[in-house]
């Protein structure tokens, strides 16, 4: 297990060596040119900590360049702490709590979170379930939209707050493999066509299908191998494994952590919150899956990641 005892978490040429192993597997390679064989690595109490040269090209590279680390002043070492602080707090760790814990600015903490968020994004092309595997699906809402969407029923006149409904509200779609992967999405608007197109292009059709009784998923689970819908409006939430309860723990530890932890975010960030909770839940310890090994992948996935200040959404 790792600590932060670790050496790589306060020195920052172990730091370097430790994100080098993951980025570059098998040896340091030349963002510019791609090459790989006359490659030295710089030394010199005037050079930078993990400089290389490439001397196909002649220029000079760090590891950072091309991932988020890219262009950040912040040490190798401070970013490797904020990593693991992410990878192992189960709801999130506010920029409030970064900033006070590795020394930088509320700003730079707000901005390597959200680096570090766009690391942990997955592409997710390999549809949810299969044969003989069940796939629940669900929406929540969470927030007040920035630009309230129009209600296809109410011919374009604006939702109107009612109490707790959805009125107004970001629509958020959850499908998750039972004893296996989860994959959120925000949605404009939660209607028949954007629920069937996400269902339909990230779940396996060989896959059963369990959702409440909502309409959104009558006719896009006719084509699955079978649906199953409990119905919460009378009172019905488990017919013998036959529920939702999984996509709705899922969202609940969510919802937990962005009122708890997070207490804001913009709309525009809000598919980011979702890619964090996301990676969390699909690297969880069930999978074998622990905290040092958590970290890891998301140095792993800092490869060609990086956001700027201009292009945080």
Request: glycine share 10%; with cysteine; net charge positive.
């Amino acid at each position: 297990m790792s600590h932060f005892s670790d050496p790589h978490f306060h020195n920052e040429a172990a730091a370097y060596v430790y994100v080098e192993a993951r980025v570059w597997p098998n040896g340091p390679v030349c963002p510019r040119c791609g090459g790989m064989e006359r490659i030295g690595k710089m030394g010199g109490t005037s050079t930078r900590i993990g400089t290389y040269k490439c001397y196909a090209c002649r220029k000079p590279f760090t590891v950072k360049i091309g991932t988020i680390f890219e262009s950040s002043h912040v040490k190798m070492r401070l970013w490797l702490q904020a990593i693991y602080l992410l990878a192992c707090s189960k709801k999130g760790v506010s920029a409030n709590q970064l900033h006070r814990i590795l020394g930088v600015t509320l700003k730079t903490a707000w901005f390597m979170a959200h680096r570090i968020r766009e690391a942990m994004r997955d592409g997710g092309l390999e549809p949810l379930g299969g044969s003989g595997k069940t796939v629940e699906a669900d929406e929540t809402y969470f927030g007040q939209q920035a630009d309230p969407q129009p209600s296809p029923q109410r011919q374009g006149r604006p939702y109107k707050k009612r109490g707790r409904g959805p009125a107004g509200k970001r629509a958020i779609l959850g499908l998750v493999e039972r004893n296996g992967r989860v994959r959120t999405f925000h949605v404009a608007q939660a209607t028949k066509e954007n629920v069937k197109d996400l269902v339909a292009s990230n779940i396996s059709r060989e896959s059963r299908l369990c959702t409440d009784e909502s309409r959104l998923y009558t006719e896009i689970g006719s084509t699955f191998a079978d649906h199953q819908a409990v119905c919460h409006s009378a009172g019905e939430y488990v017919r013998g494994d036959v529920h939702s309860n999984t996509i709705e723990s899922y969202f609940s530890v969510f919802k937990r952590g962005m009122k708890g932890v997070y207490q804001h975010c913009a709309e525009k960030h809000l598919h980011r919150y979702l890619a964090e909770f996301d990676f969390r839940h699909n690297t969880r310890v069930a999978f074998g899956v622990d905290d040092q090994s958590r970290a890891s992948k998301i140095v792993v996935g800092v490869i060609g990641k990086r956001l700027t200040y201009r292009t945080t959404h």
